[in-house]
């Protein structure tokens, strides 16, 4: 009764430890399975000779051969008793010391045999308990039969085998050396017992010596074969050590990627998707299902199903990327941009197990930032490309300037003067353009530093309206809106002018005459964290085709006009981690246009014109 308790919480322990190991090696392809064996000590420092072999027993393999040795001990125990007892009823003798050894033997070779403590490598934790529980008594009994009777028909010699050959292989091998030495001495101590009273006693004598020899060389090979397990078992071991912190560390990259990875096998089975591609397939990520699952479980996917059901009958996936529409749950279609790779090529062999079965893997992206992506390389590029036609444009343009001044000096007729009058104006607009041009052109920032937004507006507000000949107050076109408290915030004070200037030649132009019709108000962000400059105008709505394209450089809607000032703006922003937009309002004030720059606390208060 207690031993089926007993087996049964061991079996319940070692369903544990299982699911343990399970969850230790679960990765992100969920392809890695099995436990991880326990560690295995580093050798000793005593040389090849003292080299210890026992502790790789926690592999598998060694734990086997242990298994099958205490299990061959049971059925040689019970094969000596039969034999020595047949022979003794053939002499006449029911009784002998070699039956009761054997009997001795069979008795507790069955007793360790059928108790799982000896039997599943339980308790044997050292070499010492290795040794003693069964090589050593394996060595007594045998060698205490063969003492008794050295000239016996059985030949005991033989049994002697297997203690030296589980020394080699159990235990370290200087033990086993020793193992060996002892029983070829005992060999040899009874062969001269009975020297000269047997026949043929130097031929007996010779054997012990030969068979001593033997010993030696199956202990030195079972040591070595030992080693070689053991150190093949170390190897595996580490390379499924390595592979889980392989598969750890790709589920840790692709989790945070912002393409979207599908795996799929050739069952159109979804082994594996990062959450990028989760929130891709569905309108709303949580409704997406965790792997694995169909890829027709969707009807909106089934487009996507067949082009991977197509290219696996192919065997091959086109090395161009391609766009597809799926729909979504709400009905609504989402563009795709997709490139898939198989994880092995048809070709290369028949697929016999499912670890040889091919896999597809897509990478997935939205078609929108695709193209917003590449949008912006290009205009990256054309910005670098029109910075180096500005920079050439200035010679020019500074030698045609200066030509047309030299001109305007001398006595001209009306009409003359009229072409002088074009020419500069154009002049002055090339200036224009190319001053832009270079301000929007990637090149060396200018350092962010903390100034007072509020004295700095005031004072940008108040130089730009003496400019343009607006008289500031409550009957004033332009109503500026500013704390009364320092507001410290982190830009450059000329990046900050040429944005709030340009927002307010923008606001101006398309304002109504009314008092306010261009207001300009100061406030920070619910936490704190942001203060938001907002410049409104009372004109007309912006139009809705016309608002996606704002920020975009040489979009303008003015013939005169370059296009450049809001992308410019947006630029300067991003220089110093600030941000711009628009805003579509319902009241009069209706186009807002709203700057978010980051607070900074002011080191020292800063004076500021109030307006």
Known sequence: MWRSKERKARRAAKSREGADAGLQEESWFNTMDGSAEPSVAAPGNGGPWTTPVLR????HALRRIFGTYVAARAALGIALVLANALMGMAAGRYVSAPLILCGAYAVQA??????????????????????WMTIGVDLVIFGAIHWIDPTSPLNFVALL???????????????????????????????GRVYGTVPDSPALMSQAGLSGIGLFVVALLAGELSMRLAHEERTARDSR???RQQAQLSRLVIEDMADGVLVIDRQLRVRAANPSARRLLVAQAARCPSPPFSLRLHPGWLVLADEVEQAFSRGTWPAAPFDLNILLEDSTRRALHIRARFTRSRTEGNDTTPADEPLCVLFIEELRSVQARLRQERLAAMGRISAGVAHEIRNPLAAIAQANALL????????????????????DRLRRIVDDVMEAAPGSLAPSRTLDASAEIASICSEWARTVGLALGSA?????????????VVFDPDHLRRVLVNLLENAIRHATPAPGGVRVTMTTSDDGAWASLAVASDGEPIPLDVE???FEPFHSTRSRGTGLGLYICRELCERHGARIDFRRHDERHCNVFEVMMPRESLTSAEGRLVL
């Open 56 to 59: 790789p027993l926690a592999g």
């Open 110 to 131: 069955l007793i360790w045999w059928l108790t799982d403590e000896f039997r599943m490598f339980r308790v044997l934790q050292s070499a010492r308990w290795q040794w």
């Open 161 to 191: 085998v297997l203690p030296v050959l589980m020394a080699g292989i159990l235990t370290p091998r200087l033990p086993a050396l020793a193992t060996a030495a002892g029983v070829a001495l005992m060999l040899l101590a009874a062969a």
């Open 241 to 243: 050590e390595r592979a």
């Open 408 to 427: 305007e000096e001398d006595e001209l007729r009306p009409d003359q003067r009229r072409l002088i009058r074009i020419m500069t104006d154009n002049i």
């Open 476 to 488: 004033s076109r332009l109503q500026v809106l500013l704390p009364s408290t320092p507001m410290g």
């Open 548 to 550: 996606p394209y704002l």
